[in-house]
């Protein structure tokens, strides 16, 4: 059998607040964006220590929102905090902007992230998963998180960009930055710590400056010699012949580093905690390996690593019956949305051979679409057609332990043994 139902068996709180990090941290709040869906789908959310938001936790109102930067724009932020005017202007990339300006950016990079352009990688990605994989299986237990899910896609990232080492240290401030709610990742948490000082760094995190530094040595060194690099692309003209700003190019560097890997390596871990979880999904992959393409789909819907998205209303206006005033925060509940029970047919069964999946794990073709949506998938599944031709299955070999945010949903700890 393909599927099981109910997946995840626990739901969490009907009444969970949404803007508290540590309503994620034991488990995913379905049961209460499973309410808000039936009950109040465009709902009012009071947040502690700043302005209340609106959360849009169906599907169809999700993609409206998502595709109109008319009515809802990214310019003053996509998370849940409020921005004074000086920290949007120095703390902006491309995510943070709206067409036109959004287009000129993403122009750079985007015929190097097209379907064809990532199938012509897959040889090389392969040869890296096949690494990754051996090199963690050399053990009989470990901690996948950090020997595999984190690893490939790190390895990826410091080819893409060419960069003088193995990639280490700059994921390691992309964590701080990404994941600047969890002690974990930072010796300046927001929420605990005062970060009055940063406030005009991406994130809030001072781990931007060193990254600021890294970006200038490698951009001087394109300057001196020709490569052919993603650095190297973000320094040529745009489409309307200027270069990047110094600080666009620094914000941009910033976005590549901790997109390119957190995302990647929490969808991937999450999945295999569920395959831990109904060890007869492995095998059902592993007998049928004609079920790949739609288990990353499945995969992807049903773990949605980036929980949510900000906009602000532009204009007073209307959206599922409620009137949303200009300058209100619009959250697009992607989680949510993967798990509406109006788009997804039994949206809590995970279904490897489910054939109908238009989920918003990457958007859904809205203009802020992944840049990197066909390189998740690949990584994904290179590292799961690796894992299936070596390893019978899986089991936890101790205690999980999941990301402090409501932005990123991630596994940071997932200790297992080979069996």
């Known amino acids: 059998m393909t599927w099981v139902e109910p997946y995840p068996s626990d739901l969490g709180a009907a009444d969970a607040d949404l803007s508290d990090h540590d309503s994620f941290t034991a488990v995913v709040p379905h049961a209460t964006f499973q309410r808000l869906r039936a009950e109040d789908p465009v709902s009012w959310c009071d947040k502690k220590d700043g302005r209340g ?105 410091g080819q893409l960009l060419g960069i003088r080492d193995d990639g280490k240290r700059l994921v390691e401030l992309g964590d701080a930055l990404l994941s600047n709610t969890d002690p974990d990742f930072t010796d300046h948490p927001v929420g605990f710590t005062d970060t009055e000082a940063f406030r005009l760094l991406p994130f809030r995190s001072p781990a931007a400056l060193e990254l600021f530094e890294y970006a200038d040595v490698e951009a001087e060194l394109r300057r001196r010699e020709d490569r052919n690099d993603v650095i190297a692309q973000l320094l040529a003209p745009t ?105 997804f047919e039994r949206p809590f069964r995970f279904d490897l051979a489910r054939s109908s999946n238009d989920h918003m794990a990457f958007g859904r073709n809205g203009p802020h679409f992944c840049l990197g949506a066909w390189l998740a998938r690949m990584e994904v599944r290179l590292i799961f057609e690796e894992l299936l031709d070596r390893v019978d299955h899986f089991e936890l070999a101790g205690d999980i332990a999941r990301l402090r945010s409501n932005l990123i949903l991630g596994v940071k700890t997932l200790p297992v043994k080979v069996c």
């Open 53 to 157: 938001f609106w959360s849009v936790t169906r599907y169809h109102d999700a993609l409206d929102v998502s595709r109109d930067v008319e009515r809802f724009s990214s310019a003053q932020g996509i998370s849940m905090d409020d921005l004074a005017p000086d920290e949007i202007a120095v703390r902006r990339s491309m995510i943070e902007m709206d067409p036109p300006e959004h287009t000129r950016l993403r122009r750079l990079l985007s015929r190097g992230f097209t379907r064809r352009t990532v199938e012509g990688f897959e040889e090389r990605i392969r040869k890296l998963a096949v690494d990754v994989v051996e090199q963690a299986l050399e053990r009989d237990e470990f901690d996948f998180v950090s020997d595999i899910a984190k690893e490939l896609p790190m390895r990826m990232l």
């Open 239 to 343: 489409t309307d012949g200027d270069p990047l700003t110094d600080l666009e190019f620094k914000n941009f560097f910033t976005l590549l580093v901790i997109a390119g890997n957190d995302t990647t390596r929490y969808t991937m871990t999450s999945a295999l905690l569920t395959l831990i979880e109904h060890p007869s999904l492995w095998k059902a992959w592993q007998d049928d390996r004609s079920l790949t393409e739609t288990a990353v789909e499945e995969i992807l819907r049903t773990t949605t690593a980036t929980c949510h998205m900000r906009r602000t209303a532009t204009a007073d206006t209307t959206l599922g019956g409620r009137r949303i005033k200009a300058g209100d925060k619009v959250i697009i509940w992607f989680i949510s949305a993967n798990h509406d029970e109006e788009a």
